[in-house]
T-cell receptor
């Protein structure tokens, strides 16, 4: 019953540091997504992937990078962390196109603070 | 770009009162989904509406999709403390690879 697993759950970074948020799903979903959620705001799409080897930008991709070497894994890389990247990050997966009749399954989130 | 607005941003109700949140899109949607996020938790899928004018019920929750497919509502009858959380609508245009999430309505239920 793992579903979508994200690590770490919490992390504090200094400005300029880099890190990778890990995301793994065991549902054999082709579609995976990274969202960020800021206080009082909805979820904004950072990057998404429609299958291994294929990724594309979402609404707010600047400052982030992704890769999708396997169906299961979709890590999110933060380069040169900035205070504006302080947020809660959610990874999600879907059997098909999000909104195309396919619900999103979310991980439990990763709370990142950049000081 | 597509925008999905949600009102109200916050709602406090006494336990047993009804609650409604409204979702409005700047463009016609192919479908709309609703999610619930408990405090400190992650969004969990509730339902999807596809047809114009569609109404679906889940126990005390009633979901509606507008005739023009540009707005939607979620109504909870006789709220309970277990209803506490933030409710998000999320919609997309035909062929889009992304769900555009509303800003959410945070519901507090006072016992």
């Amino acid at each position: 019953n793992a579903g979508v697993t994200q690590t770490p759950k919490f992390r504090i970074l200094k400005i300029g540091q880099s890190m990778t948020l890990q995301c793994t799903q065991d549902m054999n979903h082709n579609y995976m997504y990274w969202y960020r959620q800021d206080p009082g705001m909805g979820l904004k799409l950072i990057y998404y992937s429609v299958g291994a080897g294929i990724t594309d930008k979402g609404e707010v991709p600047n400052g982030y990078n992704v890769s999708r070497s396997t169906t299961e894994d979709f890590p999110l890389r933060l380069e040169l962390a900035a205070p504006s990247q302080t947020s809660v990050y959610f990874c999600a997966s879907s059997p098909g196109l999000a909104g195309g009749g396919r619900e999103l399954f979310f991980g439990e989130g990763s709370r990142l603070t950049v000081l | 770009g597509q925008q999905v607005m949600q009102i109200p941003q916050y709602q406090h109700v006494q336990e047993g009162e009804d609650f409604t949140t409204y979702c409005n899109s700047s463009t016609t949607l192919s479908n709309i989904q609703w999610y619930k996020q408990r405090p400190g938790g992650h969004p969990v899928f509730l339902i999807q509406l596809v047809k114009s004018g569609e109404v679906k019920k889940q126990k005390r929750l009633t979901f509606q999709f507008g005739e023009a497919k540009k707005n939607s509502s979620l109504h909870i009858t006789a709220t309970q403390t277990t209803d506490v959380g933030t409710y998000f609508c999320a919609g997309d245009q035909t062929g889009a690879n992304n769900l555009f999430f509303g800003t959410g309505t945070r519901l507090t239920v006072i016992p």
